[in-house]
T-cell receptor, first 114, second 115 residues
Framework: NAGVMQNPRHLVRRRGQEARLRCSPV?????VYWYRQLPEEGLKFMVY????????ESGMPKERFSAEFPKEGPSILRIQQVVRGDSAAYFC????????????FGQGTRLTVV | AQSVSQHNHHVILSEAASLELGCNYS??????LFWYVQYPGQHLQLLLK??????LVKGIKGFEAEFIKSKFSFNLRKPSVQWSDTAEYFC?????????????FGTGTRLKVLA
């Protein structure tokens, strides 16, 4: 009875490296959402994906950030050439996409850029 | 565009005090409303949700929320808080049948309950 699984839980990257964050949704869920959490700023919506499609990426920075949710495998949030300002907790959530349903959250990945 | 406002960023209460956290949303159509709680170092967990019907919604751990459509509000309440309620609370909105189903969160309210 696995919920949303995110890995790694903690990720340390040097400036300029790439960060890859993975999210496996609740079994049977086809909708995935990524959020960034910074202290005092709450949860900022980044991107909403269905299998093989990006539905809404209005919260994604225009450069260096990308996300995918392939037909097989987990959803990936990729941050290229990380900078110190990318340090945050990144949460993934999933839902069935049905009307009137809640989102289920993973434990998050805490990214630290040194 | 949908948005959520939580007016209280930090709240400090003594045990047994009553709690009310404000939440207002901005969206003209049908909405689903949620309150989530995040205990220190943990992920977000659902406290309660409103989809339709009775505007007074009861959730886990003695929490309840009231949907007032005319005020675009969904305030969270608990009659008597406990030390274990220390956490961050997030209000969220998700557009209903007409929306894209993304969940928009407020900035959160950090509640500290003093023993």
């Amino acid at each position: 009875n696995a919920g949303v699984m995110q890995n790694p839980r903690h990720l340390v990257r040097r400036r300029g490296q790439e960060a890859r964050l993975r999210c496996s949704p609740v079994k049977g869920h086809s909708h995935v959402y990524w959020y960034r959490q910074l202290p005092e700023e709450g949860l900022k919506f980044m991107v909403y994906l269905q299998k093989e499609n990006i539905i809404d990426e209005s919260g994604m920075p225009k450069e260096r950030f990308s996300a995918e949710f392939p037909k097989e495998g987990p959803s990936i949030l990729r941050i290229q050439q990380v900078v110190r300002g990318d340090s945050a907790a990144y949460f993934c959530a999933s839902s069935s996409g049905s009307l009137n349903t809640e989102a289920f959250f993973g434990q998050g990945t805490r990214l630290t850029v040194v | 565009a949908q948005s959520v406002s939580q007016h209280n960023h930090h709240v400090i209460l003594s045990e047994a005090a009553s709690l009310e956290l404000g939440c207002n949303y901005s969206y003209g159509g049908t909405v689903n409303l949620f309150w989530y709680v995040q205990y220190p170092g943990q992920h977000l967990q659902l406290l309660l949700k409103y989809f339709s019907g009775d505007p007074l919604v009861k959730g886990i751990k003695g929490f309840e929320a009231e949907f007032i459509k005319s005020k675009f509000s969904f305030n969270l309440r608990k009659p008597s808080v406990q030390w274990s309620d220390t956490a961050e609370y997030f209000c969220a909105v998700n557009a209903g049948a007409s929306g894209t189903y993304k969940y928009i969160f407020g900035t959160g309210t950090r509640l500290k309950v003093l023993a």
